[in-house]
């Protein structure tokens, strides 16, 4: 939500405005957001008595027949955009379709009763799905309001957190966009639950990341619980012991509250020295580089473990605190080094990044664990060799420093499940009722028209874009990925995509 106030000002030849917007949005905790007794999100939507949800389609599949329920309890009529969005997807023909959507089902500008207000959308899902129905909603009108309920590890923790919405466009990630903020956040942990271990692991890496840099009491903590908490969704399985489940919570409350105090002052991005951004300089090329793309989690936190072996080298960080982080990673299963990892890699990602950051590499390093500083004077033949003394320590570790479940797959993506396209799968253990609340199904590529019901255009926008998203001034890299492996959308997993920053 915000409110601007704007003065006007005359001068000699003409006039200046000045507005200043205020911008103010709340998160919640809330365990079992579609429990009956928790009405909580159904007091957002009583005054209109309806409610819009673009929904991903794997969280419609575990949750939809209770989330219908929900809905009805409440009295409140729920239609259902549902979709499937992996970086392929996260395109303006998605974008197009969520529109439809809105237009087929009215959102009110304001509510006759409270006119100051606006309709809100509600978006369910991963990162992937709150940026780009984010964004319609920032488009649609110019400010249409939303309400998100990310599901995963990333999408809590931290794409909840920013107020970015984009899709890609051409060959790059995240170009077309904007800062549009919801009125609410419901973070509700017990998503996790049915979240496959591969995708708490690709979470995980945030944590590491907000930890290293920012709150060194939540690194220690997840250096205590590392295996237990991804072991049971952060404390969230049925036989996760308390101790693990109560260290979960106050790593995930205190991990949120510092990357809300971090982004917060910076909501805009105009300052471009960013704590969080640890991990995030050479990144983008690892994510892309391999055929079948890696995992956001384990780019970064390849990016992470070298810019710790830099900040070693260069005598900002301590022996001890460098084998620390690493072996924080190794235990998490995350990968510290990928085999296309060179010299070349490095300096192409590093031209990548100094277009993105005015000149400047601004690369963010812990120094100490627990704090961080900015590196900008670093030259070509140091960032050499440091790789190349990253290269022979990854030789201890196992794997040579390459993670477990590292890359894309269905989970990920949605490209395939078992192996086969998912277009025209139907929706598992959904009811015949719950279905009926479908006004329109990417994933099905097109607008469902029951009872002659059918988008406010012709509904053919597609889902699925052929080109590739590279990362800021980078070419996209990836062929589009149509192997995910074993799918997870199973009526008892959750393999919805993360987002990533």
Request: charged content about 20%; aromatic content about 8%; proline content about 3%.
């Amino acid at each position: 939500m915000s409110d601007l106030t704007a003065t006007v000002e005359e001068t000699k030849n003409g006039f200046h405005v000045a507005g200043y917007e205020k911008i103010e949005y709340d998160f919640t905790f809330l365990d079992g957001v579609f429990d009956k007794q928790n009405s909580n999100l159904a007091e957002c939507y009583q005054r209109w008595g309806r409610c819009l949800a673009v929904m991903d389609m794997n969280i419609f599949n575990v949750y939809g027949d209770q989330m219908q329920a929900y809905f009805d309890h409440h009295k409140l009529d729920l239609k259902i955009h549902k979709t499937m969005i992996g970086e392929k997807a996260k395109s303006m023909d998605t974008l197009l379709s969520i529109v439809d959507s809105m237009t087929e089902f009215g959102i009110y500008r304001k509510a006759r009763t409270y006119p100051s207000s606006l309709e809100p959308v509600l978006v369910v899902g991963g990162g992937l799905v709150t940026d780009v129905a984010g964004f319609a909603c920032a488009a649609y009108r110019r400010n249409t309001n939303y309400i998100r309920i990310p599901t995963t590890v990333i999408g809590l923790i931290d794409a909840s957190v920013s107020i970015k919405v984009a899709v890609n466009y051409g060959n790059y990630k995240n170009r077309l966009g904007a800062y549009h903020a919801p009125m609410h956040t419901f973070l509700d942990f017990t998503f996790l639950r049915t979240l496959p271990e591969a995708q708490i692991r690709n979470g995980f890496a945030e944590l590491i990341k907000i930890s290293t840099c920012a709150h060194l009491d939540t690194f220690n903590l997840l250096d205590k619980y590392c295996e237990q908490l991804i072991k049971t969704g952060f404390g969230r399985t049925d036989d996760a012991p308390e101790e693990v489940r109560e260290a979960a919570e106050k790593i995930c409350r205190a991990g949120i509250h510092e990357m809300l105090k971090l982004e917060t002052p910076n909501l805009h991005e105009i300052g471009l020295d960013r704590v969080i951004a640890y991990g995030h300089t050479w990144s983008p090329l690892h994510e892309l580089t391999p055929d079948v793309p890696l995992r956001h989690g384990h780019a970064i936190s390849i990016d992470m473990a070298y810019s710790a072996t830099l900040a070693n080298m260069r005598g900002l960080l301590s022996d001890e605190e460098h084998k620390r982080i690493l072996n924080l990673f190794s235990r998490a299963g995350l990968s510290m080094d990928h085999h296309q990892f060179d010299e070349d890699m490095l300096d192409k990602a590093t031209a990548a990044i100094l277009k993105t950051r005015d000149g400047k590499l601004r690369a963010a390093v812990p120094s100490p664990l627990g704090s961080c500083v900015f590196i900008n004077d670093v030259s070509a033949e140091d960032m050499n060799a440091a790789l190349r003394k990253h290269k022979e320590i990854m030789k201890q570790y196992s794997r040579n420093g390459e993670g477990l479940e590292a890359f894309v797959d269905s989970s990920d993506t949605g490209y395939t499940m078992n192996n086969k396209p998912v277009e025209g799968k139907q929706s598992n253990g959904v009811n015949g009722a719950m279905k009926k609340s479908v006004i329109n199904d990417d994933t099905n590529g097109g607008p469902v028209t029951n009872g002659g019901h059918a988008n406010g255009t012709t509904g053919k926008h597609s889902n699925a874009t052929s080109h590739a998203s590279g990362p800021e001034g980078v070419d996209g890299l990836q062929n589009p990925v149509t192997n995910g492996a074993n799918g997870h959308v199973n009526g008892q997993t959750n393999g919805h995509a993360n987002g990533s920053s």
